[in-house]
């Protein structure tokens, strides 16, 4: 078994936690459209948009997408993949400043 430098290891536990985040973004997505349907207590939307922020905005967009929820409101429609092309922009500047 090869053993992982430094930071191969810290590229296993980022891309970890981007997963994760993401899973919960689509999740929390599902979740809420479901409680909506039933009439039940709701996902606040700044935790929606808080997932996002902090990784999981493609979950996010996929949830919007595949359970058709937020999809009528602007903030959600522009402000997620907003949010997607803010942190590109913000890991491309990271990997060219590491390369």
């Known amino acids: 078994m090869r053993r992982l430098s430094g930071k191969e290891n810290e590229v296993e536990w980022i891309l970890f936690y981007i997963v994760l ?3 919960g973004g689509f999740c929390l997505m599902g979740m809420d459209k479901r ?25 996010s967009i996929v ?3 595949v359970f ?3 999809t009528k409101h602007w903030y959600f ?23």
């Open 35 to 59: 409680r909506a349907r039933r009439q039940e207590w709701r996902v606040p939307e700044a935790r929606l948009f808080l997932v996002a922020l902090l990784g999981g905005s493609i979950g």
């Open 68 to 70: 058709r929820h937020k």
């Open 63 to 65: 949830g919007m997408r």
């Open 21 to 23: 985040m993401n899973l």
């Open 77 to 99: 429609v522009w402000g997620m993949p907003a949010i997607l092309v803010l942190q590109i922009v913000m890991a491309a500047a990271v990997l060219h400043k590491m390369w």
